[in-house]
């Protein structure tokens, strides 16, 4: 019994400690910014220290009873300090008061322990005891790589922060607000709802944080120019996004690639979960803008048609931002889209065909840039078609501020990119297979019940977010025996709808907060009631669909060759994220 719990011991603490963080963040007592680098730091320190070998050496050196005695004193120094950081949280005593505790009780713990200590001062033992704890692994691997990790995501996000500046300084935002407000009246509900489906249907094939920025510096200043609130905005905005990369087949290919599933049970149920989240978006817009558009925003609609811009952008330059966008497309995603209707006429197979000749055209010449280049095409063509004297300056400041603009969200990305590194380390992800075998449903009842309520696990890369321990906790339900490879994917793409509208550690939910100058954690709250219920509604689908051809205690053909679902898992997904947008139902997703 003992030797089970010690097994369970470091996974029950890493769930505890995501637990904690993720109330204190929802609380918003201590911010993401803080929040994730710790998580980090505390996963890597439960889960990659060698604490056997760490005693056992300090027991060594010391002596046993040395060791037993500093030990005793450590435990009540800690639950000193622990007692001390309680009182203070409840403000019954001062920080320095606080501070100066800790002081005194470390000092006493060295003075208590002076002898034992010292015989641990040797640079021998020193690096026996650091070789232990694995500092450089988790310096290099978790801190540094970390920190590292999305460099292309925040690399792109500055870009984009110039382009959106530099739209703005040239006047070509308000223009085009302007424009859009003329031509799509005074009803933020109708303009809500055609925001929605556009980025729906945009995202159907672009994908990444950059397509992200592209879009949304259209798409969102176009809404708050209406009065649609900035939370209302956004969760618009991420409706849409998700809702199109569930729509989009390059993510199929996950599910199809890592769980063994044919292509047409992956299409199917991501149709049905397509319609939840188009369902769920026309709830939220009707809820947040139908019922109170007369009193919120009629005046606001009204003023914005009645006061002109004293100078409007030229009408070419409104392409700016629209030419990245049209840069980085790829069309021959559309024509894999088209081939899903092929064999129904004649001509619509011969126009298929044209289509795919010329996206394969495009691809290869024109089209397909990458998003650091369509950001600078689109620079350009900002500068050519606006020009004027100070143009270089305005180029200057539209640079540092664009930076300036981006670096909260660039500041978080170090934290996200850290986080993900720990939870993807083998020595953290393992200690989590003994705890979640114990936990896998054996009946449609508790399938749904029981997912549904552990939904925001799939939140902070946690054990049901398919970017960050998912990959691994997938595997661990398909060789259970108790779940079929589709209702595995049923779990991921339902509770992946939280991961990807509401988690605050995706990096197209920190541009778009930072962009719209809101809380990331907001964003989440306001999204997370109706989110959930799209999850349980997902999971019902799910489990009507595809129960018919589960059997308990019999795994599930996993691929033609009935490879294990680890070696699967692990042979296509190596890393088990993408690096471009974390959930396209992610690279993103990351």
Not at 5 to 17: K, N, Q, R, T
Not at 291 to 296: D, K, N, P, S, W
Not at 500 to 522: F, K, M, Q
Not at 536 to 555: E, N, R, W
Request: net charge neutral.
């Amino acid at each position: 019994m003992l030797v089970q719990f010690l097994d369970y011991l470091p996974g029950m603490i890493m769930i505890f400690i995501f637990l904690v963080m993720m109330v204190l963040m929802y609380l918003r007592k201590i911010s993401a910014l803080l929040a994730l680098p710790l998580m980090a730091l505390l996963f890597s320190l439960v889960g990659i220290v060698d604490y056997s070998q760490f005693f056992h050496i300090m027991a060594k050196e010391m002596g046993w009873a040395a060791f037993h005695t500093f030990c005793l004193h450590g435990g009540i120094g800690a639950a000193l300090v622990l007692g001390l950081a309680v009182l203070a949280g409840r403000q019954l005593v001062k920080v320095h008061i606080v501070v100066l505790g800790c002081l005194v009780i470390l000092g006493g713990l060295i003075l208590l322990n002076f002898e034992a200590i010292g015989r641990l001062l040797s640079l021998a033992v020193i690096g026996k005891l650091l070789g232990a704890a694995q500092a450089h692994e988790i310096v290099d691997t978790v801190i540094h790589d970390g920190a590292l990790k999305l460099h292309d995501a925040y690399t792109v996000a500055i870009f984009g922060g110039i382009l959106a500046v530099l739209v703005r300084e040239k006047k070509i935002a308000e223009t085009f607000i302007k424009y859009a407000a003329e031509l799509a009246g005074d009803n933020p509900f109708v303009v809500g709802m055609v925001m929605m489906f556009v980025t729906f249907v945009l995202f159907t094939t672009l994908g990444g944080l950059g397509a992200i920025i592209m879009v949304g510096t259209i798409i969102l200043p176009i809404m708050l120019s209406l009065g649609i609130p900035a939370l209302v905005a956004a969760g618009i905005f991420l409706v849409g996004i998700c809702a199109g990369g569930t729509f989009n087949p390059g993510n199929w290919a996950l599910y199809e690639s890592s769980l063994g599933i044919a292509r047409e049970k992956v299409q199917t149920f991501a149709l049905l979960i397509i319609v939840l989240y188009l369902v769920t978006g026309m709830i939220f817009i009707g809820l947040n803008l139908l019922t109170r558009r007369r009193r919120h925003y009629w005046s606001v609609a009204s003023k914005a048609r009645l006061e002109e811009p004293a100078r409007r952008a030229p009408l070419i330059s409104l392409l700016s931002p629209v030419i990245p966008i049209i840069l980085v497309f790829k069309l021959t995603n559309f024509s894999n889209l088209f081939s899903y209707i092929k064999g129904y006429a004649l001509w619509l197979d011969q126009a298929i065909e044209i289509f795919t000749r010329f996206a394969t055209f495009w691809d290869l010449n024109i089209g397909a840039w990458d998003f650091i280049p369509a950001f600078i095409a689109g620079l350009a063509f900002c500068l050519i078609t606006t020009w004027e004297k100070d143009n270089i300056k305005i180029l200057t400041k539209s640079a540092i501020e664009g930076a300036e603009s981006v670096m909260p969200a660039v500041l978080l990305m170090f934290g996200i990119g850290m986080l993900l590194q720990a939870v993807r380390h083998p020595d953290v992800s393992v200690h989590l297979t003994p705890i979640v075998k114990q936990f896998i449903p054996s009946g449609p009842l508790l399938y749904i019940i029981g997912f549904g309520l552990c939904a925001p696990l799939a939140l902070y890369r946690g054990p049901l977010n398919i970017w960050g321990l998912g990959l691994g906790i997938a595997a661990l339900f398909l060789d259970s025996g108790r779940l079929s490879a589709p209702l595995v994917m049923g779990v991921f793409m339902s509770v992946g709808a939280i991961q990807g509208v509401c988690d605050p550690t995706n990096t197209h939910n920190v541009w778009i907060a930072s962009y719209l100058s809101e809380d990331v954690i907001r964003i989440m709250k306001k999204m997370l009631p109706f989110i959930w219920v799209l999850a349980f509604a997902g999971l019902f689908v799910s489990s009507l669909i595809f129960y018919k051809d589960f059997t308990p205690h019999q795994k599930s053909a996993l691929t033609s060759q009935d490879a294990p679902a680890s070696q699967i898992i692990s042979s296509s997904h190596p890393t088990g994220v993408s690096t471009q947008m974390e959930y396209l139902p992610d690279s993103s997703r990351i």
